[in-house]
């Protein structure tokens, strides 16, 4: 299984972008999916995540109501729209399987076992 993530770019606080992970090599319907983002000199945390079918989803507090996850099933695609961007928001985005299974609300990285190579949001006040 391979993810590739790609949206990624510098913008102004207040901009939107829309962040894509494409899978490849594996049954994309039968996996939770998340995103996740690490800060210079920060640990990595969780951003969002969606379930197989795309009806749970859920957010850390600082992006609920500003980003929203999505996915599409015939296109091995997940999806993050970020807009009201701020500088706090400025991190390398990574997107991350949850293979098999539900994903019982968890926001745990090390629940995740596949992840793409990150993308760049830079975010300028």
């Known amino acids: 299984v391979q993810l590739v993530e790609s949206g990624g770019g510098l913008v102004q606080a207040g901009d939107s972008l829309r962040l894509s992970c494409a899978a490849s090599g594996g049954a994309f319907m039968s996996n939770a999916m998340g995103w996740f983002r690490q800060a210079p000199g920060k640990e990595r945390e969780f951003v969002a995540a969606?379930?197989?079918?795309?009806?749970?989803?859920y957010y850390e507090d600082s992006v609920k109501g500003r980003f929203t996850i999505s996915r599409d099933n015939a296109k091995n695609t997940v999806y993050l729209q970020m807009n009201s961007l701020k500088p706090e928001d400025t991190a390398v985005y990574y997107c991350?399987?949850?293979?098999?299974?539900?994903?019982?609300?968890?926001?745990?990285?090390?629940?995740?076992?596949?992840w793409g190579q990150g993308t760049q949001v830079t975010v300028s006040s």
């Open positions: 969606i379930s197989r079918s795309g009806a749970i989803t």
């Open positions: 991350a399987q949850k293979s098999g299974g539900p994903l019982f609300y968890t926001r745990q990285a090390y629940d995740f076992d596949v």
